[in-house]
Antibody, heavy 123, light 107 residues
């Protein structure tokens, strides 16, 4: 069965960086994209970006460009998201999600999700 | 970016009720619209993709309609496990966006 297992909670100081991992199992990592979505406490879902595990191409949300890097390691079937220059408003649960595609029109959606990683930014 | 607006922001209903959620896009997104359910402390769960296609394993009481800018998610007969927050999400643009969510509460 498809599973995405994320790394554990992190506490960081403002200005630091955090790197969250997402280990995929039950499917071939390079057959699907991986997106990262975050959720601040009590707030909605915010899409951060996407990486093609096949080509390594990425696309990130404009507000995070320059601070976020997404990578994959196909040898370990693991995706990574690094966020730099952390601020207090980066405190959130960070999710990885598999990007599925269906139909001749190429409808894409997040069909499997990791369990989430809480990142707390506090001095 | 394409803005997604959900209404209402919260909704109270009883078990057995029929409920409808609305999602509006700031520009046409054809049928590139997905719906998710999220329960507290859990990751979102895909319910509907392509505006009207039911994800495998999702009960048939969930249905989605719409195209262009206006979309709806309907639960035909509420069950106790359906009380959660529901999000729409567009995948028309490479910059994906979510609606702000509709919280479904027990009346």
């Amino acid at each position: 069965q498809v599973q995405l297992v994320q790394s554990g909670a992190e506490v960081k100081k403002p200005g630091a960086s955090v790197k969250v991992s997402c280990k995929a199992s039950g499917y071939t990592l390079t057959s699907y994209g991986i997106s990262w979505v975050r959720q601040a406490p009590g707030q909605g879902l915010e899409w951060m970006g996407w990486i093609s595990a096949y080509s390594g191409n990425t696309h990130s949300a404009q507000k995070l460009q320059g601070r976020v890097t997404m990578t994959t390691d196909t040898s370990t079937s693991t995706a990574y998201m690094e966020l730099r220059s952390l601020r207090s408003d980066d405190t959130a649960v960070y999710y990885c999600a598999r990007l599925g595609v269906a139909g001749t029109r190429g409808y894409s959606y997040f069909d499997y999700w990791g369990q989430g990683t809480l990142v707390t930014v506090s001095s | 970016d394409i803005q997604m607006t959900q209404s209402p922001s919260s909704l109270s209903a009883s078990v057995g009720d029929r409920v409808t959620f609305t999602c509006r896009a700031s520009q046409s997104i054809s049928s590139y619209l997905n719906w998710y359910q999220q329960k507290p402390g859990k990751a979102p769960k895909l319910l509907i993709y392509g505006a009207s296609s039911l994800q495998s394993g999702v009960p048939s009481r969930f249905s989605g309609t719409g195209s262009g800018t206006d979309f709806t998610l309907t639960i035909s007969s509420l069950q106790p496990e359906d009380f959660a927050t529901y999000y729409c999400q567009q995948s028309h643009s490479p910059s994906i966006t979510f609606g702000q969510g509709t919280r479904l509460e027990i009346k």
